[in-house]
């Protein structure tokens, strides 16, 4: 018994290892959260879009940075820090 492995211990039980979160563990949280991640990756790319146009028109970063910003305050309304576990 000394010899079994933390692994096939639990596999004998019948409980799942700790940490393993089931069939799709790489994906957790809300759909409300993925919305604001979203919205937030649309900002970096509007506001890195900008930076490679000559020369910069500094009106696209800017906006890019307001979507960037409205994403942050969506994704801290929808407590998306709450979606780690």
Known sequence: MAEQTATQAIHEVGAQPAGNGGEHAGH???ASSWVAVA???VGFVV??????IHPIPW????IGA???V???IMALSTRILDDWY
């Open 28 to 30: 957790h949280g809300r």
């Open 39 to 41: 919205i937030i990756v």
């Open 47 to 52: 506001g890195g879009v900008s930076m490679f």
């Open 59 to 62: 009106w696209l970063f800017w």
């Open 66 to 68: 307001g979507i960037v």
């Open 70 to 72: 409205v994403g942050g």
